[in-house]
């Protein structure tokens, strides 16, 4: 009688930490991810608890004791949600499954964050040092154990394993369980849908969606109506080429809702012979790749996968873009990065765009300053300047340059802010040390302006950001004068809005564009510096003209009216014609027309 006892006492105790454990998991992931587990639908709860299960019942079949087996799932789930709480609050969105091809870069910046445990970590922290304590007593560690005559249970949980897997794969599947995709709020479908779940339904997203016709006879056809636009009256010819991509650069101010101590664009934007405006990008608080791919290609981020990484996925052959463009035309093409020479794999994507040399921080010959741990602009534009000096032969200079002083995160303890919100000082300290920067990069930009009006030589020069920083989202919130959960389209569209001045040493046409977005701010370029652009060129310029801005997040006609890519209207089979002619440019194969992107 007390030995049926004990083996039904044995078997209670194993259902029950079999049945738990993936639910208690689930709840600890949750609550360190910051979202109350308690929340989560029945739907999206068993979704999640099946993931895990799908990765503890067979590691307890092969193991073959389930304490351990416990304790080590518990402290996965709970790291899984502190990981994905820490990188959405650095960058404003949650891991995503494209970010593992990343994981070099990451490693790079990443001793620039502070991790500053959150109460919900503690308690999941104190949860589990007290689910190791009562799991150490070998009475209860003997009774989890499948040894002996238990090994059927440990098959069982080999065949649960394989259950699990038919329910959740293909990801499609997740949908009868209510989980569904969200590539505009990341973070919010992460406590929605669970951190495990919603990831496993992102991965959907690595594959390219095909137009309906990507042929290359439907694309000459929607090419075969482009005319080349008449040119820009410009005075000189083949001038040197600066275009500098400015980490994290943001015009908090053009909102109107800020007071700051003093304007950080203040001579930026009121620069003589410049033009300045602002500019759609596809991505916000990370994904400065996404950015430059955008600019030097053409193509948008709206027909590639939420948060996919170009470079590292897509640019993996000779690709065209202003670099081969200009380098046709005799530039000789440098990119500078003063940052890791590997991160985003620039060093495999920069020479497949054209550009005949790369170099990185190791490799300036300037003396460095810093600001907050990043090679300062101040020593970045200085840099720029010794390329110009340095050059030999009588090739004009194309210098892509892509900054690094204003990258986050934002909480240098020794980094004091010298911008402050009048009405509100010291209430946002991320925000202010950004400020703080983007008020050095007003002044380095005025140092490298006032060199090039000095030279001879026609020089044009772009400045531009990748995307807005990752800070304190009440900030946010107040600069932008409303929540983004009561944002309307135009309103939302704002929270990816970064400036752009262009300027040179020869007269710019008065006016120039007040808006437009990263993919064709490169055709406006070309314009002022009197290159002739290829026919997929033309076509962008012909494209902006009734789509001044056109990005992942959405677009902006004529009259400033913003749209979402979910709606239907009268511009739909004008971005259907440019997702084909991007697809064929990126992935035609043997059917890619290469006479419209890589030459006049």
């Given at each position: 009688?007390?030995?049926?006892?004990?083996?039904?006492?044995?078997?209670?105790?194993?259902?029950?930490?079999?049945?738990?454990?993936?639910?208690?998991?689930?709840?600890?992931?949750?609550?360190?991810?910051?979202?109350?587990?308690?929340?989560?639908?029945?739907?999206?709860?068993?979704?999640?608890?099946?993931?895990?299960?799908?990765?503890?019942?067979?590691?307890?079949?092969?193991?073959?004791?389930?304490?351990?087996?416990?304790?080590?799932?518990?402290?996965?789930?709970?790291?899984?949600?502190?990981?994905?709480?820490?990188?959405?609050?650095?960058?404003?969105?949650?891991?995503?499954?494209?970010?593992?091809?990343?994981?070099?870069?990451?490693?790079?910046?990443?001793?620039?964050?502070?991790?500053?445990?959150?109460?919900?970590?503690?308690?999941?922290?104190?949860?589990?040092?007290?689910?190791?304590?009562?799991?150490?007593?070998?009475?209860?560690?003997?009774?989890?154990?499948?040894?002996?005559?238990?090994?059927?249970?440990?098959?069982?949980?080999?065949?649960?394993?394989?259950?699990?897997?038919?329910?959740?794969?293909?990801?499609?599947?997740?949908?009868?369980?209510?989980?569904?995709?969200?590539?505009?709020?990341?973070?919010?479908?992460?406590?929605?849908?669970?951190?495990?779940?919603?990831?496993?339904?992102?991965?959907?997203?690595?594959?390219?969606?095909?137009?309906?016709?990507?042929?290359?006879?439907?694309?000459?056809?929607?090419?075969?109506?482009?005319?080349?636009?008449?040119?820009?009256?410009?005075?000189?010819?083949?001038?040197?080429?600066?275009?500098?991509?400015?980490?994290?650069?943001?015009?908090?101010?053009?909102?109107?809702?800020?007071?700051?101590?003093?304007?950080?664009t203040d001579y930026i934007s009121s620069l003589d012979n410049g033009v300045y405006g602002h500019a759609y990008a596809s991505v916000f608080g990370a994904g400065t790749s996404a950015s430059e791919f955008e600019f030097l290609t053409g193509n948008s981020m709206?027909?590639?996968?939420?948060?996919?990484?170009?470079?590292?996925?897509?640019?993996?052959?000779?690709?065209?873009?202003?670099?081969?463009?200009?380098?046709?035309?005799?530039?000789?093409?440098?990119?500078?990065?003063?940052?890791?020479?590997?991160?985003?794999?620039?060093?495999?994507?920069?020479?497949?765009?054209?550009?005949?040399?790369?170099?990185?921080?190791?490799?300036?010959?300037?003396?460095?300053?810093?600001?907050?741990?990043?090679?300062?602009?101040?020593?970045?534009?200085?840099?720029?300047?010794?390329?110009?000096?340095?050059?030999?032969?009588?090739?004009?200079?194309?210098?892509?340059n892509v900054t690094i002083q204003n990258h986050g995160g934002y909480t240098a303890a020794d980094y004091p802010a010298q911008v402050t919100l009048t009405d509100e000082p010291g209430k946002y300290p991320m925000a202010e040390q950004y400020l703080t920067l983007?008020?050095?990069?007003?002044?380095?930009?005025?140092?490298?302006?006032?060199?090039?009006?000095?030279?001879?030589?026609?020089?044009?020069?772009?400045?531009?950001?990748?995307?807005?920083?990752?800070?304190?989202?009440?900030?946010?919130?107040?600069?932008?004068?409303?929540?983004?959960?009561?944002?309307?389209?135009?309103?939302?569209?704002?929270?990816?809005?970064?400036?752009?001045?262009?300027?040179?040493?020869?007269?710019?046409?008065?006016?120039?564009?007040?808006?437009?977005?990263?993919?064709?701010?490169?055709?406006?370029?070309?314009?002022?510096?009197?290159?002739?652009?290829?026919?997929?060129?033309?076509?962008?310029?012909?494209?902006?003209?009734?789509?001044?801005?056109?990005?992942?997040?959405?677009?902006?006609?004529?009259?400033?009216?913003?749209?979402?890519?979910?709606?239907?209207?009268?511009?739909?089979?004008?971005?259907?014609?440019?997702?084909?002619?991007?697809?064929?440019?990126?992935?035609?194969?043997?059917?890619?027309?290469?006479?419209?992107?890589?030459?006049?």
């Open positions: 009688m007390k030995q049926n006892d004990s083996k039904l006492k044995t078997g209670l105790w194993q259902a029950v930490f079999l049945l738990l454990t993936p639910l208690t998991a689930l709840w600890l992931m949750q609550l360190t991810y910051g979202s109350p587990p308690w929340s989560m639908a029945l739907g999206p709860t068993l979704a999640n608890a099946l993931c895990i299960a799908l990765l503890f019942w067979p590691l307890c079949g092969l193991v073959g004791r389930i304490a351990p087996c416990s304790i080590g799932i518990h402290i996965a789930a709970g790291a899984w949600g502190a990981a994905n709480y820490f990188v959405n609050s650095f960058r404003g969105t949650p891991i995503l499954p494209w970010d593992f091809s990343a994981l070099n870069t990451a490693a790079d910046v990443a001793g620039s964050y502070r991790f500053i445990p959150t109460w919900q970590m503690a308690a999941a922290a104190a949860l589990m040092v007290a689910l190791i304590l009562f799991l150490h007593k070998e009475e209860r560690k003997a009774r989890l154990r499948l040894t002996g005559k238990r090994w059927p249970l440990r098959l069982v949980c080999l065949g649960a394993g394989l259950l699990c897997l038919t329910q959740l794969f293909p990801t499609q599947k997740l949908e009868r369980f209510s989980v569904k995709t969200d590539v505009w709020d990341p973070a919010g479908s992460y406590r929605t849908w669970g951190c495990l779940a919603a990831f496993l339904r992102n991965t959907e997203f690595l594959e390219v969606d095909q137009p309906e016709d990507p042929s290359g006879a439907h694309v000459a056809q929607i090419m075969a109506e482009v005319e080349p636009p008449e040119p820009e009256e410009v005075s000189v010819e083949r001038p040197n080429i600066v275009a500098i991509m400015n980490e994290s650069w943001a015009d908090f101010e053009y909102y109107g809702n800020l007071s700051l101590s003093e304007s950080v709206a027909f590639l996968p939420s948060g996919s990484i170009p470079y590292q996925q897509y640019v993996l052959g000779t690709t065209a873009s202003l670099a081969s463009r200009l380098k046709a035309e005799g530039y000789d093409t440098l990119a500078f990065h003063p940052g890791e020479y590997t991160s985003w794999q620039r060093d495999r994507a920069y020479p497949n765009l054209g550009f005949d040399r790369y170099k990185c921080g190791a490799d300036m010959d300037v003396p460095q300053s810093f600001e907050h741990g990043y090679v300062s602009d101040q020593s970045d534009f200085a840099q720029i300047i010794w390329e110009f000096e340095q050059r030999q032969g009588d090739k004009p200079l194309f210098l892509f983007a008020n050095k990069t007003d002044q380095a930009f005025r140092t490298l302006v006032e060199y090039f009006e000095q030279q001879e030589e026609p020089t044009i020069i772009v400045m531009f950001g990748d995307h807005q920083p990752s800070v304190e989202q009440e900030f946010l919130d107040k600069a932008y004068g409303v929540t983004q959960d009561r944002m309307d389209m135009k309103q939302y569209m704002g929270k990816y809005m970064v400036p752009f001045v262009i300027w040179a040493n020869y007269p710019l046409p008065e006016e120039g564009p007040e808006f437009t977005s990263l993919n064709f701010l490169g055709q406006h370029l070309l314009r002022y510096a009197g290159v002739e652009s290829t026919v997929y060129g033309d076509y962008l310029w012909q494209l902006q003209e009734q789509l001044p801005a056109l990005t992942f997040v959405g677009y902006v006609d004529r009259k400033g009216r913003a749209y979402s890519h979910l709606e239907t209207n009268d511009y739909t089979a004008l971005i259907q014609d440019y997702q084909c002619v991007q697809y064929n440019d990126l992935f035609g194969g043997d059917e890619r027309l290469a006479e419209l992107f890589d030459g006049p």
